[in-house]
C-alpha cells in the first residue's frame, strides 16, 4: 500500500524559514506535490515535483529524493499569512496520473 | 472567472435520505475528482473521473455513487446516508496529467 508521514504540527517565527517534512511509503508514483489549506478553505496547490532534486516558487521551495522516499517543502521569509495547514500528496503509477494520496497534513503555526 | 463550484455549501440531513452534491468547473478540464476530509487523516480520494462517462474509485467510495455525463459536472450522490459520511467535501478538476488541481470550496455534510 501506500502511506506518507508529515509531522501533525510546526511551530516558527515571523521572518524564520522552516520545513515541513514528508516520506512515503509507495511502491512507485509520478511525482510529489504539495498543497496548502487555510482554516476554512480550499486545498491550493503550491508545488510539485516530477523529478529529484528542488524547485523553487518564490519564497517556496519543494525537494525531492526517490531513493530516500522523503521530499520537503521549504517556506522562508515566513509571514503570518503562511500560518495554515501543508499536506504533501503522491499520484500512485498503479492508479495513473487522476489517483492522488495525501499525507494526514502539517498545521503551521507562525508567531509574530 | 476560473472556478469549481459545489452545491450546496452546508447540510444537514438525516440517516437514509438521498442526497446530491452537486460540482460544475467552467475550465473544460478533463479530470474530475471528489474527497472527503477529516480531522487527522487529511483529503481521501472518493471517486475520479477522467472524461465524459469514465469514472474509478478512489480510496474510500463505500456508500457513494459518482456520475459524468457533462465534461463540466460531476455529481456525488449519497443513496442512503450515514453518520458516518458526516465530512467535509471537496470537489477539484484539473486539466488532463498536470498536477495543478483546482478545489471547489467545499460542503459540509452532517448526517444525523
Known amino acids: 500500500g501506500q502511506s506518507l508521514e508529515q509531522p501533525s504540527e510546526v511551530t516558527a517565527v515571523e521572518g524564520a524559514i522552516v520545513q515541513i517534512n514528508c516520506t512515503y511509503q509507495t511502491s512507485g508514483f509520478y511525482g510529489l506535490s504539495w498543497y496548502q489549506q487555510h482554516d476554512g478553505g480550499a486545498p491550493t496547490f503550491l508545488s510539485y515535483?516530477?523529478?529529484?532534486g528542488l524547485e523553487e516558487t518564490g519564497r517556496f521551495s519543494s525537494f525531492l529524493s526517490r531513493s530516500d522516499s522523503y521530499g520537503y517543502l521549504l517556506l522562508q521569509e515566513l509571514q503570518m499569512k503562511d500560518s495554515a495547514s501543508y499536506f504533501c500528496?503522491?499520484?500512485?503509477?498503479?492508479?495513473?496520473?487522476?489517483?492522488?494520496?495525501f499525507g494526514a497534513g502539517t498545521r503551521l503555526a507562525v508567531h509574530p | 472567472e476560473a472556478q469549481v463550484t459545489q452545491n450546496p455549501r452546508y447540510l444537514i440531513t438525516v440517516t437514509g435520505k438521498k442526497l446530491t452534491v452537486t460540482c460544475s468547473q467552467n475550465m473544460n478540464h478533463e479530470y474530475m475528482s471528489w474527497y472527503r476530509q477529516d480531522p487527522g487523516l487529511g483529503l481521501r480520494q472518493i471517486y475520479y473521473s477522467m472524461n465524459v462517462e469514465v469514472t474509478d474509485k478512489g480510496d474510500v467510495p463505500e456508500g457513494y455513487k459518482v456520475s459524468r455525463k457533462e465534461k463540466r459536472n460531476f455529481p456525488l450522490i449519497l443513496e442512503s446516508p450515514s453518520p458516518n459520511q458526516t465530512s467535509l467535501y471537496f470537489c477539484?478538476?484539473?486539466?488532463?496529467?498536470?498536477?495543478?488541481?483546482?478545489f471547489g470550496p467545499g460542503t459540509r455534510l452532517l448526517v444525523l
Open positions: 515535483n516530477a523529478l529529484d
Open positions: 477539484a478538476s484539473r486539466p488532463g496529467h498536470r498536477e495543478t488541481q483546482y
Open positions: 500528496a503522491v499520484s500512485p503509477q498503479e492508479g495513473g496520473y487522476n489517483k492522488l494520496i
